[in-house]
């Protein structure tokens, strides 16, 4: 089970605005920035928001996250169909000393 | 380019030992943190390990403490991570991957590699 808690799946039309939660503790999010990544099935990983809120370049701007207190969020507007993926959120726990990962969510363009 | 070509991987029984390697170019390597970063079958991403851009820190996941050692070769460019007393749960496609920098961001990806352990 892991530490940060992310729901499992989320749903959206394209166009719409969707949101992905994840939920940490004061050891993690609270202290700490949180990154987030974009995986489809049988790719590599792929850095969509880094520090909480900032955007690698080549990121659209579609793709934003926010933190606050012990949880954070990413957003996608203007949803498109390539959207369909897997999300991760991950942060630095102190007491673990270690980098942590949620459990994922699984969007799905309907 | 900036990249990252791993090695190793296969099929090794339980309690087994196996090494991976990654081969990083196109960016100045001994400037940067490295991870190692799982996946099992039908579950999400797991850290395993990191290493400082100096090779003069190292951290782990509970699950493979006392197990698992990573170690880089800055004259090679290369990463390695050595797995011993492998267990069925280590099951999974292993990735190498460069920190970003600051807040352990992870920004550039091996191709993954599959470690099965199975009698």
């Known amino acids: 089970q892991s530490v940060l808690t992310q729901v499992p799946s989320a749903s959206g039309t394209p166009g719409q605005r969707v949101t992905i939660s994840c939920s940490g503790s004061r050891y993690n999010i609270g202290t700490n920035t949180v990154n987030w990544y974009q995986h489809l099935p049988g790719t590599a990983p792929k850095l969509l928001i880094y520090d909480s809120n900032q955007r690698p370049s080549g990121v659209p701007g579609r793709f934003s996250g926010s933190k606050s207190g012990t949880s954070a969020s990413l957003a996608i507007s203007g949803l498109q169909s390539d959207d369909e993926a897997d999300y991760y959120c991950?942060?630095?726990?102190?007491?673990?000393?270690?980098?942590?990962f949620g459990g994922g969510t699984k969007l799905t363009v309907l | 380019q900036v990249q990252l070509v791993q090695s190793g991987g296969g099929v090794v029984q339980p309690g087994g030992s196996l090494r991976l390697s990654c081969a990083a170019s196109?960016?100045?390597?001994?400037?940067?943190?490295m991870h190692w970063v799982r996946q099992a079958p039908g579950k999400g991403l797991e850290w395993v390990a990191l290493i400082w851009y100096d090779g003069s820190k190292e951290n782990y996941a509970d699950s493979v403490k006392g197990r698992f050692t990573i170690s880089r070769d800055n004259s090679q460019n290369s990463l390695y991570l050595q797995m011993n007393s492998l267990r069925a749960e280590d099951t999974a496609v292993y990735y190498c991957v460069r920190d970003f920098g600051g807040n352990y961001g992870m920004d550039v990806w091996g191709q993954g590699t599959t470690v099965t352990v199975s009698s």
């Open positions: 196109g960016f100045t390597f001994n400037i940067y943190a």
């Open positions: 991950s942060a630095w726990d102190d007491t673990l000393d270690s980098v942590l």
